[in-house]
T-cell receptor, first 113, second 112 residues
Framework: NAGVMQNPRHLVRRRGQEARLRCSPM?????VYWYRQLPEEGLKFMVY????????ESGMPKERFSAEFPKEGPSILRIQQVVRGDSAAYFC???????????FGEGSRLTVL | KQEVTQIPAALSVPEGENLVLNCSFT??????LQWFRQDPGKGLTSLLL?????REQTSGRLNASLDKSSGRSTLYIAASQPGDSATYLC???????????FGAGTTVTVRA
């Protein structure tokens, strides 16, 4: 059973470009969470999704950021018109229902030039 | 506000010494608590999960305790090894959506 898969692992964008980060949850997991880790800071919750539904996006900036988890395919975190302050590691986690244990991917590290 | 605090921020011990890492949280009504390990530039590895109804969990050299009434959890690592050097993160779920709130972590260095 493969773990949570994130790609790309590293992404470089220039200011104003778009970044798309993908997350494939563990098999059988229908709950996905995105977190952001800024340099020298802790992990901050961004958004919680179930298949085809955004459950909680209270941690996501209101502008430029969006997330989806379609019926088929990976969850996508999209950042439009990136700025230098978006440079961070973005982690995805998934869980199944019974225990509430979250499993994290290796992260996607975004660098904005 | 529901917060998670880890003290100290960094810890250095000689090999073989037992490690004690502390985590405190502001709201005793938790759903579960997870301890993670993070190596530099890497993802998070889940070490232990303690459900709200449990007092402790053990896995090999690791033991984690939970005291909801005092808002504390402690991670014990017995007989530390240089390979235990990493940042250890405590995370608490305060709601039934299992969204985690993280502490800032304790960075551990085990000296050979």
């Amino acid at each position: 059973n493969a773990g949570v898969m994130q790609n790309p692992r590293h992404l470089v964008r220039r200011r104003g470009q778009e970044a798309r980060l993908r997350c494939s949850p563990m098999k059988g997991h229908s709950h996905v969470y995105w977190y952001r880790q800024l340099p020298e800071e802790g992990l901050k919750f961004m958004v919680y999704l179930q298949k085809e539904n955004i459950i909680d996006e209270s941690g996501m900036p209101k502008e430029r950021f969006s997330a989806e988890f379609p019926k088929e395919g990976p969850s996508i975190l999209r950042i439009q018109q990136v700025v230098r302050g978006d440079s961070a590691a973005y982690f995805c986690a998934s869980r199944t229902q019974p225990t509430g244990e979250l499993f994290f991917g290796e992260g996607s590290r975004l660098t904005v030039l | 506000k529901q917060e998670v605090t880890q003290i100290p921020a960094a810890l250095s011990v000689p090999e073989g010494e037992n490690l004690v890492l502390n985590c405190s949280f502001t709201d005793s009504a938790i759903y579960n608590l997870q301890w993670f390990r993070q190596d530099p530039g890497k993802g998070l590895t889940s070490l232990l999960l303690i459900q709200s109804s449990q007092r402790e969990q053990t896995s090999g050299r690791l033991n984690a305790s939970l005291d909801k009434s005092s808002g504390r959890s402690t991670l014990y690592i017995a007989a530390s090894q240089p390979g235990d050097s990493a940042t250890y993160l405590c995370a608490v779920s305060f709601s039934n959506d299992y969204k985690l709130s993280f502490g800032a972590g304790t960075t551990v260095t085990v000296r050979a």
